[in-house]
């Protein structure tokens, strides 16, 4: 059973800095890309990024280029979202997925509030 546990979020000061972490288990993590997606208040949820298997970032928001880095840790079944000079906009609650098996998998989310 693929399972998915985002943890890190909290409140932060515009300006600030957040790491978001999921962890994975349940499938073969090192060969399949993962996604990073939010839920901003009141709008639909959408991508923030997809990590390759190898670690490459692609499809990256326009509105995080060059503030957020995603990662991963394939020998501890990890993926990380660094989180740099936040915004109030960036408010949201943050998921990984992954889709396995001709399924798609998520995490139920870690909530993050910027603001002052």
């Known amino acids: 059973q ?3 546990t985002e943890s890190g979020g909290g409140l932060v000061h515009p300006g600030g800095s957040l790491r978001l972490s999921c962890a ?3 499938f073969p993590f090192s060969t ?3 996604n990073w997606y939010r839920q901003r208040p009141g709008k639909e949820r959408e991508k923030v990024a ?8 692609r499809d990256v928001l326009d509105s995080v280029k060059g503030r957020f880095t995603g990662s991963r840790d394939n020998m501890k079944n990890m993926l990380f979202l660094q ?3 936040v915004k ?3 408010t949201a609650v943050y998921y990984c997925n992954v889709a396995y ?3 798609t998998w998520w995490g139920p989310g870690t909530q993050v509030t910027v603001s002052s």
């Not at 997809?50 to 970032?57: D, F, L, P, Q, V």
């Open 2 to 4: 693929v399972q998915l």
């Open 32 to 34: 399949y890309a993962m």
């Open 50 to 57: 997809r990590i390759t298997a190898e670690g490459a970032m």
């Open 101 to 103: 098996k001709l399924k």
């Open 83 to 85: 989180m740099d000079k």
């Open 88 to 90: 109030p906009e960036d």
């Open 24 to 26: 994975a288990s349940g």
